[in-house]
């Protein structure tokens, strides 16, 4: 009785895991935790990770810039093939198979920008030109659809030294 209810209890985790669609973001740490990010830094590390409970192999993708603060200096790939750039489409063919599995982020590009630091820039992933959306090749070649999401790189607020005393002030 025991083994047939952690048996269910699995499978109540596993089948709506497996069924869900995955999604490749731009995140700001490696590990796919931080999509709004801050810095004043002259040079910043983007990460394009996917999530998605499956093997992956292979992505196909393009990233978009609501604006010129951030500019591209460098794009670094699993090893395998790639075709294209970031900016205007990349298609990834990688040696070995990433598992994502239990939610584990699949890193397919490092991008190093360098920060003109102006104003608040939105990165979303869309789909790459010869494609109807975002999509990921498992081991057998078959392509699998991605939702996109949108990542915010903002500048920091400016303020000026003022006393507790002045701060008051500014709400009578």
């Not at 499956?54 to 790939?77: C, D, K, P, R």
């Amino acid at each position: 009785m025991k083994c047939k209810s952690l048996l269910m209890l699995f499978l109540l985790i596993a089948i709506p895991a497996t069924l869900m669609g995955g999604h490749l973001r731009a995140y700001f740490d490696e590990c796919g935790t931080i999509t709004e990010f801050t810095t004043e830094e002259l040079f910043v590390e983007v990460y394009i990770i996917v999530f998605v409970e499956a093997e992956v192999q292979g992505v196909a993708y393009q990233l978009e810039l609501s604006s010129e603060n951030l500019e591209l200096i460098a794009a670094t790939y699993p090893p395998g093939l790639a075709l294209g750039d970031p900016m205007n489409g990349v298609e990834l063919g990688m040696c070995e198979d990433c598992c994502g599995l239990w939610g584990c982020p699949i890193l397919v590009t490092t991008l190093v920008f360098l920060n003109h630091n102006t104003s608040p820039t939105y990165l979303t992933t869309t789909n790459h030109e010869n494609y109807e959306t975002i999509v990921y090749a498992d081991p057998t070649g078959e392509l699998f659809p991605l939702s996109s999401r949108t990542s915010v790189f903002g500048t920091p607020v400016a303020n000026e030294n003022m006393s507790w005393g002045a701060v008051k002030n500014l709400f009578r």
